[in-house]
């Protein structure tokens, strides 16, 4: 049956009455017990550290021996174009201390950025992807067709066989992951998963988006944002070859999937959440599910508007014991006020659970540093969101519902 978002959107309206009324995040999370409470924090990376003007884009794992490894974008400015670096930084426990920081991936030449890492259960191997274009070309330009094929996104895989002390060089995949037509392109970003249950145990998916070309005669030239689309990638041999799982691009500017997050629920289903970069759905995400291990979704992207907050990218862990956790900026106003939600029924309603504090915040990744904690790693800051990257620490029994 073809795809109809149509009848999608209608569905989560009832339910999402509230935050459609105008009701702000904060009075919600106050009605739902979701208290402003500090958490244990310490700094991961500072701007205008270690020579790099600003890091941006957190990532994090836990690998099989426990170590904490975070990965971030090291840029030589603000801009999503500046040449750019993935460096990467270990805590042997729990995210309270950091080891130095080390380049994992680009030479400065480029922008080189996005990581999504993901740790094999089988081997302890972590795998990590990326995405690189040229320096100073901007998202606009690729989305229109002005980069060449050398200046727009490539799709890049590297390991660590050695918990995440040293990476092997990046090796491009571009050829097997990324559909010819398309345009810009992003894995993630925060981590990709490996699947723990189910048929397809085992299997690496990594959570990306991508850009379509407008059709053929159409005049909107310069509006290329309605036509991001979400996909995802996998691997059934560790990490060493990807491909791409299910494709959903309708370019209808309804819904815009755009940066994505995933998890897999107890009961096998993969659970996808991405960014809705300002489609004319509802609300500012959207989810869908997958029963096959991500080749195909079960239904199109659909608006999600029980998660309010701005236009950001989120992040998601299926905790092994507890609710499956989303965290983002949740004042609808601004990329501030970092909060955590939880859900009960696989990310169909959502409970705010624990909001970090009222600072500028901005992207974020969630990783379980053991059975009864979690952990955030976020930007943050007083003067703006990208100030830090700060990772917290958080007690499990502190976010359920």
């Not at 489609?279 to 998660?307: H, I, K, M, N």
């Amino acid at each position: 049956m073809p795809f109809s978002r149509r009848r999608l959107i209608v569905l989560p309206l009832a339910a999402g009455a509230l935050s459609l009324a105008g009701v702000s995040t904060k009075a919600v999370a106050a009605s739902e017990g979701g208290a402003t409470t500090p958490a244990p924090e310490t700094t991961v990376f500072t701007s205008g550290a270690d020579g790099y003007a600003v890091y941006r884009i957190p990532a994090v794992v836990r690998t099989a021996r426990g170590t904490l490894v975070a990965f971030a974008e090291a840029r030589s400015g603000s801009s999503d174009s500046a040449t750019t670096v993935v460096v990467a930084k270990r805590s042997a426990d729990g995210g309270r201390t950091w080891a130095a920081q080390a380049v994992v991936a680009g030479d400065g030449t480029n922008t080189h950025g996005n990581p999504a890492p993901v740790v094999d259960p089988r081997t302890g191997h972590i795998t990590l992807l990326t995405c690189t274009n040229g320096a100073g070309v901007t998202e606009a330009e690729i989305m229109s067709g002005q980069a060449s094929a050398a200046d727009g996104r490539r799709v890049w895989v590297q390991h660590s066989t050695d918990d995440g002390q040293t990476f092997s060089p990046p090796r491009e995949i571009t050829a097997t992951t990324k559909h010819p037509d398309w345009r810009w392109y992003a894995t993630g970003p925060g981590h990709a998963i490996a699947l723990e249950t189910g048929r397809y145990r085992g299997r690496l998916v990594a959570p990306a988006n991508h850009s379509t070309a407008p059709p053929a005669g159409s005049t909107d030239v310069g509006t290329e944002a309605k036509y991001y689309g979400g996909h995802c990638l996998l691997s059934d041999d560790g990490g060493a070859t990807w491909r791409i799982g299910f494709v959903d691009d309708t370019p209808d500017g309804v819904v815009n999937a755009n940066e994505t997050a995933v998890a897999q629920l107890p009961d096998g289903t993969l659970y996808f959440n991405a960014r809705d970069q300002n489609g004319t759905a509802p609300g500012v995400r959207v989810d869908a599910r997958s029963r096959d291990g991500g080749a195909r979704l079960e239904e199109p992207y659909a608006p999600q508007v029980g998660l309010a907050g701005p236009v950001v990218q989120g992040s998601l862990l299926q905790p092994a014991a507890g609710p499956l956790l989303f965290a983002g900026p949740a004042d609808p106003d601004a990329r501030a006020d970092m909060a955590v939600r939880a859900s009960t029924d696989g990310g169909r309603t959502w409970t705010s659970v624990h909001t970090l504090s009222g600072l500028p915040a901005g992207y974020s990744d969630l990783v379980q540093t053991g059975p009864d904690e979690v952990g955030l790693l976020y930007e943050t800051g007083t003067a703006t969101a990208y100030d830090r990257i700060a990772f917290a620490r958080l007690p499990l029994r502190a976010l359920r519902p």
